[in-house]
């Protein structure tokens, strides 16, 4: 059964990839447009962790945050 300490890495998680998104869309609206790589990244990412069981941002919260269940942690 999922800790609440575990709910609270998910939701730091979507957070995290969800501004990543964000801040890439408003720097290529207003910087430069090669922002939008950042969203692409970010999105390749997403699509190979659930193969590869490997996420960069749950790798740092599962540092971070050792006394909650280990997610996408390569196992």
């Not at 609440?4 to 720097?27: C, E, M, P, Q």
């Not at 540092?63 to 997610?71: A, L, T």
């Amino acid at each position: 059964m999922a800790t609440n300490h575990t709910h609270t890495k998910i939701r730091l998680h979507d957070a995290i990839v969800g501004v990543l998104y964000g801040l890439s869309i408003i720097l290529a609206a207003t910087v430069n447009l090669q922002w939008l790589y950042l969203a692409g990244a970010v999105a390749v990412l997403q699509i190979i962790s659930p193969i590869t069981k490997f996420c960069p941002v749950y790798f740092v919260l599962n540092k971070i945050m050792p006394d909650s269940e280990p997610i996408q942690n390569g196992k």
